[in-house]
């Protein structure tokens, strides 16, 4: 299993950012992905998750914001982040089984 996020960066609060995972050694149409994120000192929390049928759940705290979704010809799934906030910052993962991390991807807000 591989899975390989791209899309973070640096953006001013309120802005947008579209992050990507692109996933392989498995049937990812089958499965449930997630999205997690850490800031410095904190735990890992999840962000957002989709079904094999793009029903799809998110925390409190990114509902309204973030839009969570994926393309099984692509085999990758998707995060639109939008309205940006300085709490956002943080590393961001894709998951798949809870058992499988990709390396992640930083997304900076500034204020």
């Known amino acids: 299993v591989k899975l390989v996020e791209s899309g973070g960066g640096l953006v001013q609060a309120g802005g947008s950012l579209r992050l990507s995972c692109v996933a392989s050694g498995f049937i990812f149409s089958s499965y449930i992905m997630r999205w997690y994120r850490q800031a410095p000192g904190k735990e890992r929390e999840l962000v957002a998750t989709?079904?094999?049928?793009?029903?799809?759940h998110y925390a409190d705290s990114v509902k309204g914001r973030f839009t969570i979704s994926r393309d099984n010809a692509r085999n990758t799934v998707y995060l639109q982040m939008n309205s940006l906030k300085p709490e956002d910052t943080a590393v961001y993962y894709c998951n798949h089984r809870g058992d499988y991390w990709g390396k992640g991807t930083l997304v900076t807000v500034s204020s």
């Open positions: 989709i079904d094999r049928l793009s029903s799809t």
